[in-house]
């Protein structure tokens, strides 16, 4: 894709004076990104999905300390130690510096602010790269700080927060134009590579962008783009397989494993299943939020059809799975930008006074949205787990609740408490079964059992029967019936 478009502005200029532009230095602009990001990631105290915690924290905590829970991914083998492996570093550093309790929890949200403001100053980069222009890049930078999805999800420990990122530097150093500068390829190619690792997923991204060279290109370079595609992802992968070695202590290949549960198999449909517009009608909405018009907008004015293609390639291959999330689509975000900002650019050429006011009422709007997340929904399971956590006298805790609905010994950090839950793991055993589809429609887990009749199943021994002879680990039960946790956690399912 050639950024030689007659209507996108390539000569390079100063910002003007603009209500969207970030008016700073270059040089203060990535410390400012890392304080405001660190900031950010301090300040949330509420919950937003279980794989926060349960999917990076508590892998890492358990690896360090040698106490926590893991799930049946990992126990199956699904996922990669390699975005853990972050989060441990945060603990072994605590334990040289002696934080204590405190470190626990502070130094993995200070990890993550980093890692997402390096993210948007590589946006900046990207934007900047395709459109040659300082104003649209300033601008689509001051959109990622002030997005009110931002504030909420791009500092927590999510795989798709780190995805994001690596996401954004492969794309800030992928060669847009004709002319091949093969140090940046390299780059972006091992960007690329790692962020596959993380999740898989991120593959439809580059399938499409990889093909699109190859389109746009002659053999002898195509030949070179090849060569170096297999190299750089040979050694990602190489050396990921002997990371997974050293942490499963065998060979293991959980990239396999996470494509035939989440893409391959029905077993995904557990976990929920949404509409095929889902992304299109939700998550779109949901991560641009009150800059969805501009969004719309730029998409008439943006001359780059490849970034659009992209667009609807990957959002349409995701629609295409049976289990949908917000946060699958998360990686897109560069591009949604990008044009995004392209938007409010031209829109600026044409109602400069009216943008103003626009913008202005953006940002307060969003700081409110930000406000309300981070602040107030769902602020009570952090609260409770504060609390717990900082009471004495507490011994064990019973979680009657939806399961992973709480942070676990990643936020708790003491070993002395006994702790059990609920829990929700899927029907593996219907793995390759024909009848796996109508099968996993009629399956009830722990979670499940317990909420069809609370009352009962606290109440009567025969109602408890019931939810040990269908667990999987009816041994543990026993051992729950024999001990009630102190404290007792319930929750509205």
Known sequence: MSTNSASAPSQRRSPSPSVYTIHLPAGLVLPYLI???????????????????????????????GYGYLTWEWREGLRSILHPLIFASTYYLNELIGLGDLGV?????????????????????????VTKNEVISRGALLLSVVSAFNWYCITRTFSNSLELTLTTMALAYWPWELNVPWNGLKKSLLCAAVSCIVRPTNGLIWVFVGVSFLFKHHWPQNLKFAWFSFVIGSVVVGANALLDRWYYGQWSMPILKFMKFNVTSSLSKFYGVAPWHFHITQSLPIILMLYTPFFLYGCTK?????????????????????????????????????????????????HPHSLKYISTGIILINTLISLFFTQIHEKGVIDVIDYLRSDPDVQSIGFLTPCHSTPWQSYI?????????????????????????????????????????????????TAWMRLISSTRNPGFWKSVLLSWGRDLLFRDK
């Open 105 to 129: 929890v502070l130094l993995p949200k200070i990890a993550q602010g980093l890692i997402a403001a390096i993210g948007e100053w590589y946006l900046y980069q990207f934007v900047y790269r």
């Open 413 to 461: 950090h003491n070993p002395d408490i006994e702790t059990w839950f609920l829990t929700c793991e899927p029907p593996l055993h219907l793995l390759g079964q024909e009848n796996a589809t109508s099968l996993v429609e009629t399956y009830m887990d722990e979670s499940d059992i317990f909420y069809e009749d609370p009352k009962q199943v606290i109440r009567f021994e």
């Open 35 to 65: 304080l405001i990001r660190i900031i950010n990631a301090l300040t949330i105290n509420t919950f937003f999905q279980a794989d926060e915690y349960w999917q990076s924290l508590e892998p890492a905590h358990k690896l360090v300390y």
């Open 302 to 350: 943006y001359s780059f059809h490849n970034m659009k293609s992209l667009l609807i390639f990957v959002i349409g291959s995701f629609s295409c799975i049976d289990h949908k999330e917000f946060r699958f689509i998360y990686p897109l975000q560069p591009i949604l930008l990008l044009v995004t900002a392209y938007g409010f650019y031209h829109w600026n050429l044409h």
